[in-house]
């Protein structure tokens, strides 16, 4: 690159972030300290190693957040927790859109994105210093990423052609209509006290609780390609976990999340009181419940939340792309690639399933998704995206970081760690195809059950480990809430099981599905939290028509020798706690 192509190239992009500094109506000083670093840095900061790249990109990404925290045991206050925090993340590329440092690793480099903590008050100069100095050491670990790369490619023989490592996308500008005031988020907290009580009733149940978290979150994010957003968002989380225990000493386990974008949409509370009611209800049955006394395989039936359950973990999470680093020793450790990638058109499901992703919806049948969001964290608008239809993989989530075909992001990247990004749906909308009513797909499991010469069925409504709120694809072992089903329509609850040999051609199994859809909001990663990322899950019940189940496999701790103090003792008056 000569020395006039790359006046042209950094004057351009001046020019760019000038344009949209300019058009900023409102006073912000974090916004001006922000813009006047960028340029700054874009008109001085230059490698003077010869054949060392130019900077092309640069981002600053701050997420301002306020948060309050409660946790409360049977009817009392437990901890309290009231803060808040102000991050700079600063990105920046070396080289071109083709060949940039980014999806490399070894050599002891390193392409995480630069961190840095702001003055929660709006200091102009210190803001601007803390850009400075981020940037400088970003830059200079990235001068030596893109170094090595460009090493590693030379001495490295590929047949294939590479991906670039960059997406070129339009200039896109969000500002936030709604502010959401720091009040209203201590007499949200407040929800838990009334939650927790109803656990003095049940002595029972051996352990709960139950945490309120509640924060307002501003996300300001401005890059040298135009790109302006200004979010504000809340995130209001009321979670109850309980444990108690069987007669064998296996720990029961469940849990109860009511999650919103807003406050004021979170259900009213005797909604909340019923849901966590069912919960108490359910862990007592299932403290008596019979163990299913040898491994089942037959037709099993994923009735509500647990159809949802079932298919984010076996099937949503797996249709992201994903680029394996290129390294610079090539017997060095990579990443899996996606094996989702290299079936594009290929049935991964049933024929009766089609997935579609839609950000931009923000309600269904009159409900409030979670999972819509006008921006994702590449700056780049969320599309609307068929993924699966009538079985057959049509596409993935796609980021910024090209890889295969999958050549343009479609604004699902929200989250990134490490230098990389992750394609994370926001609502899934798993629409049945040919499906049938709740009366007809009793019947067709009734004639699995003749099929198969089986005295009785398995029905499961509600799959409960850590994997059903962080979204780890590796959970779904326990099943808490299943039932053995006979042709009578008796029902007899069981113990906890275990699902077993669960394949990729597992969802292809599915023999029918309802016409009737289940609402299911959940998170994925980063716990329930302000920074846990919300998902909404609409999916029909269906049957697979053959799978296995077993009782959950180990031994447990004796259960307590001694009552718990309530079953012996009144509960104590809220006056006298």
């Known amino acids: 690159m000569n020395i006039f192509q790359r006046i042209t190239i950094a004057t351009t992009i001046f020019l760019v972030v000038f344009a949209w500094g300019q058009e900023e109506q409102k006073s912000d ?28 990109f640069v981002s600053y990404r701050v997420v301002d957040t306020r948060f ?19 991050f700079l993340e600063v990105d920046l590329r070396i080289g071109s859109y083709e060949v940039d440092q980014s999806n490399f690793s070894g050599g002891g480099v390193s392409n995480s994105i630069g961190q840095g903590r702001l003055p929660l008050e709006d200091d102009y100069d210190e803001i601007r210093r803390i850009a400075w100095r981020v940037t400088d050491e970003v830059f200079k670990s990235r001068i030596n990423a893109y170094a090595q790369k460009q090493t590693a490619l030379a001495n490295q023989s590929s047949t294939e052609e590479r991906d670039p490592d960059f997406t070129k996308e339009e200039p896109f500008e969000y500002r936030s209509e709604h502010d959401f005031e720091d009040e209203q988020l201590a007499n949200f907290t407040a929800t838990g006290k009334d939650l927790s009580a109803l656990f003095l009733d049940a002595a029972d149940i051996y352990s709960s609780r139950v945490t309120t978290t509640a924060g307002n979150r501003r996300t300001l994010f401005l890059n040298s390609e135009g790109t302006f957003v200004d979010l504000e968002e809340q995130r209001c989380v009321v979670l109850t976990t309980a444990m108690t225990q069987n007669e064998n000493g296996q720990e029961l386990r469940d849990f109860r999340a009511h999650i919103a974008i807003d406050c004021s949409e979170l259900p009213n ?51 992201a792309a994903n680029r394996p680093p290129l390294t610079a020793n090539p017997s060095q450790f990579r990443p899996n690639r996606n094996s989702f990638m290299d079936r594009i058109g290929a049935r991964i499901a049933s024929r009766q399933i089609n ?104 029905v499961v409504r509600q799959i409960s480990s850590p994997s059903a ?109």
């Open 29 to 56: 000083i974090l916004v001006q300290a922000l813009q006047d670093e960028m340029q700054r840095t874009l008109s001085k900061l230059k490698d003077e190693e010869e054949n060392s790249g130019e900077i092309y």
């Open 68 to 86: 309050v925290s409660k946790n409360y045991e049977l009817g009392g206050a437990l901890t309290s927790r009231r803060g808040g925090d102000r």
């Open 269 to 319: 509370m005797e909604t909340m009181k019923s849901d966590v009611q069912g919960m108490i209800s359910s862990l007592q049955a299932m403290r008596l419940a019979s163990d299913l006394e040898e491994v089942y395989f037959g037709p099993i039936m994923f009735e509500g939340q647990a159809a949802a359950q079932f298919l984010k973990t076996y099937l949503v999470t797996k249709l």
């Open 355 to 458: 997935v579609v992703n839609d950000p931009t919806l923000t309600e269904y049948r009159g409900r409030r998704l979670i999972g819509s969001y006008p921006v994702d964290l590449e700056g780049v608008p969320p599309q609307r995206t068929l993924l699966v239809e009538q079985g057959r993989l049509q596409t993935m989530l796609t980021t910024r970081t090209p890889v295969d075909d999958f050549r343009k992001s479609n604004g699902s990247t929200r989250l990134m760690f490490g230098g990389g990004t992750t394609g994370i749906p926001g609502n899934v909308l798993i629409e049945p195809e040919g499906g049938l009513s709740a009366e007809e797909l009793k019947e067709e499991f009734w004639q699995l059950l003749v099929d198969f010469n089986v005295d009785f069925g398995v």
């Open 469 to 577: 709120i962080s979204g780890s694809s590796r959970g779904l072992a326990t099943v808490m809430e299943a039932y053995k089903v006979y042709p009578d329509g008796t029902e007899e609850i069981l113990a906890p099981v275990e699902i077993l040999d669960i394949t990729d051609r597992t969802l292809r199994d599915i023999v029918a599905v309802s016409e009737d859809v289940s609402h299911f909001d959940t998170t994925y990663y980063n716990g329930t939290g302000i920074n846990a990322i919300p998902v909404s899950i609409i999916a029909p019940s269906f049957i697979i028509e053959e799978l296995g189940v077993r009782k959950v496999q180990g031994s447990g701790t004796l259960p307590p020798v001694v009552p718990h103090p309530y079953a012996e003792t009144p509960a104590i008056e809220d006056s006298e706690r």
